[in-house]
Protein backbone atom coordinates (compact mmCIF):
# COMPACT_ATOMS: atom_id res chain seq x y z
CA UNK A 1 0.00 0.00 0.00
CA UNK A 2 3.00 2.59 1.22
CA UNK A 3 4.38 1.56 -2.59
CA UNK A 4 1.36 2.01 -4.38
CA UNK A 5 0.78 5.72 -2.99
CA UNK A 6 4.77 6.24 -3.47
CA UNK A 7 3.95 6.02 -6.91
CA UNK A 8 0.72 7.66 -7.19
CA UNK A 9 2.91 10.35 -5.50
CA UNK A 10 5.11 10.66 -8.10
CA UNK A 11 3.05 10.39 -10.96
CA UNK A 12 1.12 13.55 -9.46
CA UNK A 13 4.57 15.51 -8.72
CA UNK A 14 5.73 14.51 -11.97
CA UNK A 15 2.36 16.10 -13.78
CA UNK A 16 3.10 19.49 -11.11
CA UNK A 17 6.60 19.94 -12.62
CA UNK A 18 5.65 19.06 -15.80
CA UNK A 19 2.53 22.20 -15.77
CA UNK A 20 4.80 24.38 -14.41
CA UNK A 21 7.77 24.06 -17.03
CA UNK A 22 5.56 24.06 -19.73
CA UNK A 23 3.51 27.31 -18.12
CA UNK A 24 6.53 29.22 -17.72
CA UNK A 25 8.06 28.66 -21.18
CA UNK A 26 4.81 29.60 -22.68
CA UNK A 27 4.27 32.66 -20.00
CA UNK A 28 7.65 33.93 -21.39
CA UNK A 29 6.54 34.26 -25.10
CA UNK A 30 4.59 36.93 -23.99
CA UNK A 31 7.16 39.35 -22.65
CA UNK A 32 7.86 41.92 -25.16
CA UNK A 33 11.13 41.57 -25.63
CA UNK A 34 10.43 38.24 -27.45
CA UNK A 35 7.90 39.81 -29.88
CA UNK A 36 9.90 42.83 -31.06
CA UNK A 37 12.74 41.08 -31.15
CA UNK A 38 11.08 37.87 -33.02
CA UNK A 39 9.10 40.53 -35.48
CA UNK A 40 12.71 42.00 -36.53
CA UNK A 41 14.32 39.00 -36.81
CA UNK A 42 11.96 37.25 -39.25
CA UNK A 43 11.86 40.66 -41.33
CA UNK A 44 7.76 40.54 -40.89
CA UNK A 45 7.56 44.60 -41.17
CA UNK A 46 8.69 43.91 -44.91
CA UNK A 47 6.00 41.11 -45.77
CA UNK A 48 3.30 43.19 -43.66
CA UNK A 49 4.21 45.98 -46.07
CA UNK A 50 4.43 48.19 -42.79
CA UNK A 51 7.57 50.29 -41.69
CA UNK A 52 9.45 48.67 -38.93
CA UNK A 53 8.11 51.38 -36.27
CA UNK A 54 4.11 50.30 -37.16
CA UNK A 55 4.88 46.88 -37.16
CA UNK A 56 6.65 47.01 -33.63
CA UNK A 57 3.76 49.54 -33.14
CA UNK A 58 0.83 47.38 -33.65
CA UNK A 59 2.19 44.30 -32.78
CA UNK A 60 3.12 45.45 -29.68
CA UNK A 61 -0.17 46.40 -29.51
CA UNK A 62 -1.90 43.04 -29.71
CA UNK A 63 0.52 41.59 -27.11
CA UNK A 64 -0.05 44.01 -24.92
CA UNK A 65 -3.77 43.39 -25.25
CA UNK A 66 -3.83 39.74 -24.90
CA UNK A 67 -1.22 39.58 -21.92
CA UNK A 68 -1.12 43.06 -19.62
CA UNK A 69 -3.02 44.10 -17.33
CA UNK A 70 -3.87 47.39 -19.06
CA UNK A 71 -4.29 47.92 -22.41
CA UNK A 72 -4.99 50.23 -24.94
CA UNK A 73 -7.98 49.46 -27.70
CA UNK A 74 -7.04 48.13 -30.93
CA UNK A 75 -8.07 50.50 -34.17
CA UNK A 76 -11.05 49.26 -36.45
CA UNK A 77 -8.63 51.28 -39.31
CA UNK A 78 -5.46 51.86 -40.31
CA UNK A 79 -4.11 54.23 -42.52
CA UNK A 80 -7.34 54.38 -44.02
CA UNK A 81 -7.46 50.37 -44.68
CA UNK A 82 -9.04 47.83 -42.49
CA UNK A 83 -6.94 46.85 -39.02
CA UNK A 84 -8.57 44.79 -36.32
CA UNK A 85 -12.48 43.73 -36.94
CA UNK A 86 -14.75 42.50 -34.15
CA UNK A 87 -14.22 39.25 -34.91
CA UNK A 88 -10.34 39.62 -34.57
CA UNK A 89 -10.59 41.47 -31.45
CA UNK A 90 -13.26 38.78 -30.23
CA UNK A 91 -10.36 35.93 -30.98
CA UNK A 92 -7.83 38.46 -29.48
CA UNK A 93 -9.99 38.39 -26.10
CA UNK A 94 -10.72 34.81 -26.30
CA UNK A 95 -6.90 34.36 -26.41
CA UNK A 96 -6.37 37.29 -23.41
CA UNK A 97 -8.76 34.46 -20.90
CA UNK A 98 -6.39 31.10 -22.22
CA UNK A 99 -3.14 33.21 -21.26
CA UNK A 100 -4.77 34.59 -17.72
CA UNK A 101 -6.20 31.02 -17.07
CA UNK A 102 -2.64 29.60 -17.76
CA UNK A 103 -0.91 32.20 -15.24
CA UNK A 104 -3.45 30.70 -12.92
CA UNK A 105 -2.52 26.82 -13.51
CA UNK A 106 0.80 27.79 -13.73
CA UNK A 107 0.81 29.64 -10.10
CA UNK A 108 -1.14 26.98 -8.30
CA UNK A 109 1.24 24.30 -9.80
CA UNK A 110 4.10 26.05 -8.49
CA UNK A 111 2.38 26.79 -5.11
CA UNK A 112 1.45 23.69 -4.68
CA UNK A 113 5.23 22.68 -5.68
CA UNK A 114 6.27 24.62 -2.88
CA UNK A 115 4.62 22.75 -0.37
CA UNK A 116 5.34 19.70 -1.36
CA UNK A 117 9.25 20.41 -1.72
CA UNK A 118 8.67 22.13 2.33
CA UNK A 119 6.85 18.96 3.53
CA UNK A 120 9.46 16.34 2.17
CA UNK A 121 12.49 18.32 2.99
CA UNK A 122 11.16 19.27 6.60
CA UNK A 123 10.90 15.38 6.89
CA UNK A 124 14.35 14.46 5.26
CA UNK A 125 12.48 12.14 2.93
CA UNK A 126 15.26 12.74 -0.18
CA UNK A 127 13.85 9.41 -2.06
CA UNK A 128 10.79 10.43 -2.62
CA UNK A 129 11.71 14.24 -3.44
CA UNK A 130 14.82 12.65 -5.72
CA UNK A 131 11.96 10.56 -7.25
CA UNK A 132 9.31 13.50 -8.30
CA UNK A 133 12.08 15.85 -9.70
CA UNK A 134 13.12 13.07 -11.96
CA UNK A 135 9.80 12.10 -13.06
CA UNK A 136 9.01 15.62 -13.78
CA UNK A 137 11.98 16.71 -15.63
CA UNK A 138 11.43 13.56 -17.92
CA UNK A 139 7.86 14.04 -18.13
CA UNK A 140 8.59 17.17 -19.44
CA UNK A 141 10.95 16.10 -22.12
CA UNK A 142 9.01 13.67 -23.54
CA UNK A 143 5.96 16.34 -23.73
CA UNK A 144 8.51 18.46 -25.79
CA UNK A 145 9.91 15.71 -27.81
CA UNK A 146 6.36 14.52 -28.64
CA UNK A 147 5.29 18.22 -29.84
CA UNK A 148 7.91 18.95 -31.44
CA UNK A 149 7.82 15.11 -33.59
CA UNK A 150 3.81 16.23 -34.14
CA UNK A 151 4.45 19.83 -35.58
CA UNK A 152 7.49 18.77 -37.60
CA UNK A 153 5.22 15.89 -39.38
CA UNK A 154 2.78 19.13 -40.17
CA UNK A 155 2.95 22.07 -38.30
CA UNK A 156 -0.45 23.51 -40.28
CA UNK A 157 -2.12 20.37 -38.70
CA UNK A 158 -1.09 20.47 -35.68
CA UNK A 159 -1.53 24.28 -35.24
CA UNK A 160 -5.21 23.50 -36.29
CA UNK A 161 -5.55 20.95 -33.51
CA UNK A 162 -3.93 23.11 -31.14
CA UNK A 163 -6.48 25.79 -31.62
CA UNK A 164 -9.48 24.05 -31.69
CA UNK A 165 -8.57 22.58 -28.56
CA UNK A 166 -8.36 26.15 -26.85
CA UNK A 167 -11.01 27.72 -28.99
CA UNK A 168 -14.11 27.48 -30.70
CA UNK A 169 -14.29 26.76 -34.68
CA UNK A 170 -14.61 29.61 -36.86
CA UNK A 171 -13.41 31.95 -34.55
CA UNK A 172 -9.68 31.61 -34.69
CA UNK A 173 -8.99 32.10 -39.18
CA UNK A 174 -8.47 35.21 -40.89
CA UNK A 175 -7.74 35.82 -44.21
CA UNK A 176 -4.14 35.77 -45.40
CA UNK A 177 -4.13 39.66 -46.35
CA UNK A 178 -5.75 40.50 -42.78
CA UNK A 179 -3.87 42.60 -40.56
CA UNK A 180 -3.62 40.06 -37.85
CA UNK A 181 -1.95 37.37 -40.23
CA UNK A 182 0.39 39.58 -41.80
CA UNK A 183 1.70 41.09 -38.05
CA UNK A 184 1.84 37.19 -36.67
CA UNK A 185 2.37 35.00 -39.76
CA UNK A 186 2.93 31.42 -39.91
CA UNK A 187 6.68 31.45 -39.43
CA UNK A 188 6.33 33.62 -36.48
CA UNK A 189 4.71 30.69 -34.57
CA UNK A 190 7.18 28.52 -36.01
CA UNK A 191 9.72 30.53 -34.31
CA UNK A 192 7.40 30.73 -31.20
CA UNK A 193 6.93 27.04 -30.67
CA UNK A 194 10.51 26.08 -31.03
CA UNK A 195 11.34 28.90 -28.25
CA UNK A 196 8.91 27.33 -26.25
CA UNK A 197 10.32 24.18 -26.38
CA UNK A 198 13.78 25.20 -25.90
CA UNK A 199 12.76 27.15 -22.74
CA UNK A 200 10.53 24.08 -21.43
CA UNK A 201 13.37 21.64 -22.02
CA UNK A 202 16.21 24.08 -20.65
CA UNK A 203 14.09 24.09 -17.51
CA UNK A 204 13.58 20.07 -17.04
CA UNK A 205 17.22 19.71 -17.76
CA UNK A 206 17.76 22.45 -15.00
CA UNK A 207 15.43 20.37 -12.81
CA UNK A 208 17.47 17.09 -13.84
CA UNK A 209 20.88 18.26 -12.57
CA UNK A 210 19.41 20.19 -9.69
CA UNK A 211 18.51 16.68 -8.04
CA UNK A 212 22.24 15.73 -7.79
CA UNK A 213 22.54 18.53 -5.22
CA UNK A 214 19.80 17.02 -3.20
CA UNK A 215 21.31 14.85 -0.41
CA UNK A 216 21.46 11.42 -0.86
CA UNK A 217 19.83 8.58 1.32
CA UNK A 218 22.98 7.00 2.66
CA UNK A 219 24.04 7.66 6.20
CA UNK A 220 20.49 9.40 6.40
CA UNK A 221 17.57 7.10 6.31
CA UNK A 222 17.22 3.65 3.89
CA UNK A 223 15.04 4.49 1.10
CA UNK A 224 13.06 1.70 1.71
CA UNK A 225 12.06 3.52 5.30
CA UNK A 226 11.00 6.48 3.28
CA UNK A 227 8.65 4.98 1.03
CA UNK A 228 7.43 3.36 3.94
CA UNK A 229 6.24 6.89 5.15
CA UNK A 230 4.07 7.94 3.17
Known amino acids: MARLAGIVETVVVAV ?14 TIPVFTTATSQWLDVPTSAGLSTAETLRLSGAVRSLVSDRRFDPLPAEYRGHPAFDAQAVSHLMDVRAVIGG ?42 VLLAAATAVMDFETFFAWFHGLLFKSGTWTFPEDSLLIRLF ?18 TAVVLLVAVRQVPGARGQESDRLQEQDV
Not at 16 to 21: D, R
Request: net charge positive.
Open 185 to 202: PERFWVTAGLAWGAIAAL
Open 102 to 143: ARVATGAAAALLAIWVGWRVGRRRWARLRSGMIAGGWLTLGA
Open 16 to 29: LWAAVAVGLAALAL
